[in-house]
């Protein structure tokens, strides 16, 4: 990995279509915004009023009305602020979205002329501008929060024990479970607030959903599960992590939430002394404090065999609906050759679908169904789920193979409007494949199958496009 300097670190935040970068030095962490704020004196326009931090008193600033934007209020309420620390002393500053850390190098950044005035309550808090992986915004001077007429700070009680720790590399310190980890910021591209998440297709014991992230659909982990320390429990919102893990591949990390940006000197750590704490030697140490952060090993994640097989599965997100009830049936493929499909057997056969049309997978026994056997068409039954009516087709049929008399799951499926479920036999595996077209020979199968992929094992399996065998609308 390449060495990283501090002056190339960067906290990434989201102010309405705005991006803006601050050092990692001067953010001390970002908390929820609240119902609302206490009261301030008015001594400035932008003070929107303050924050109770743990017993301390923190002035919150509309950054936006700052930069001459529209304040955060008026198109988006901000949902956190990030507090700063100037010299010895805080305030706060709402925002929309905290998108991660970044390294920014000189050659990423471009050198500003603002003129006096120039629309902008505050001058000099822009020290130039960026762009960074498809982003582009403007750097702040956190020393020029200072000067600005009228602002009232708050003094850091944190100061002496920030000055002791100003050293060595930083890191996200983040909850989960009841758990707190400190993840090295090196290969943290963004932290993605709680959102709807797809569940995971497959019973996978680390894969617990799939995430939509700038235009992807990332693969999520349960991270007390990949440390041993215990599992999640199933979730319809997760908060995560995204951590790069080489060659464009990311995959998500679960967490309950960020605590703040550390950094952490060698001296400081608590090495491991010859034994491992959790699986696979992920934590490397701890820091020892009222609440100890166990500090995961950056190379240990990146090399992490599970990892690296479920970073492969990223997706195109317009492939999704994750507001919606599925997936769209775009054809978009994946970013790393070919695209995932779930693996899935059906009489004496394996077959395969493209994993961008699976919304979910239930467990057959445990769903509410009215069965139609008598009646005339397709629809086997129908599904009663989060307050749709799905109908149940008969796969078997399409494949022209013997019915599947005893179901193990139901395949819910989506062409981006409409939703069927699919009684399967048995789940497989996902693996991202390239699928080889073969023809189509027509016939109760047309539109449903042309092309095969083949699996690790050497398995050849028929790709079915079950979106397309969705009956119409009647």
């Known amino acids: ?79 956190i602020i990030m507090v700063m620390r100037v010299q010895d002393r805080v305030i706060g500053a709402g925002m929309h979205e905290i998108c991660g850390v970044v390294t920014l190098c000189e050659a990423q950044r471009t050198a500003l002329t603002i003129p006096p005035g120039g629309g902008m309550a505050a001058g000099g808090l822009i020290e130039g501008g960026f762009v960074c992986e498809g982003k582009s915004g403007v750097i702040l001077r956190a020393a020029a929060f200072a000067d600005l007429p009228g602002i009232i700070m708050a003094q850091d009680r944190l100061v002496a024990a920030t000055e002791a720790s100003q050293r060595g590399a930083p890191s996200l310190a983040v909850t989960a479970g009841t758990f707190r980890f400190g993840i090295p910021a090196a290969i943290i591209e963004a932290t993605i607030p709680a959102r709807p998440v797809l569940p995971s297709p497959v019973e996978d014991g680390l894969w617990l959903a799939r995430v939509e992230y700038n235009g992807a659909c990332i693969p999520v982990i349960d991270t007390l599960a990949l440390l041993g320390l215990g599992s999640f429990g199933p979730a319809r919102e997760m908060a995560c992590v995204l951590l790069r893990m080489g060659d464009g591949r990311r995959v998500a990390l679960r967490i309950d939430g960020v605590l703040d940006m550390i950094r952490i000197a060698p001296a400081q750590i608590a090495r491991m002394q010859g034994f491992r704490f959790g699986q696979d030697g992920l934590i490397g140490g701890m820091l020892p404090s009222a609440h100890p952060v166990l500090l995961l090993d950056p190379d240990a994640l990146i090399a992490h065999a599970g990892l690296q097989r479920l970073s492969t599965l990223e997706e195109k997100a317009q492939d999704f609906r994750l507001g919606g009830h599925g997936a769209s049936a775009a054809s978009g493929k994946g970013q790393i050759g070919g695209e995932p499909y779930l693996i899935f057997m059906l009489g004496d056969g394996h077959h395969a679908v493209p994993l961008r049309q699976v919304t979910e997978i239930m467990n057959h026994a445990s769903c509410s169904l ?43 499926v989506s062409d981006g409007e409409r939703t069927a479920a699919f009684p399967l036999q048995d789940l497989c595996a996902v693996e991202r494949l390239v699928a080889r077209p073969v023809g189509n020979k027509g016939g109760a199968m047309a539109g449903a199958m042309g092309a095969v992929v083949r699996t690790s094992e050497g398995r050849t399996c028929s790709v079915l496009d079950l979106a397309e065998l969705i009956p119409p609308a009647i």
């Open 1 to 79: 990995m390449e060495s990283i300097t501090a002056q190339e670190q960067f906290g990434l935040m989201r102010i309405g279509a705005m991006y803006v970068a601050l050092p990692i030095g001067c953010i001390r962490e970002v908390v929820p915004y609240p119902a609302q704020l206490a009261a301030m004196p008015p001594t400035m326009p932008e003070l929107l009023g303050s924050i109770d931090l743990r017993g301390a008193l923190v002035p919150v600033v509309d950054l936006a009305a700052l930069l001459g934007r529209t304040p955060c209020a008026a198109d988006e309420p901000a949902g």
């Open 370 to 412: 009215v069965g139609l056997e008598q009646a005339f068409g397709p629809c086997q039954a129908i599904l009663s789920h989060r307050g749709m009516a799905i109908r149940v087709l008969d796969l078997s049929a399409h494949l022209r193979l013997p019915p599947c008399t005893a179901p193990a799951f139901l395949l819910l």
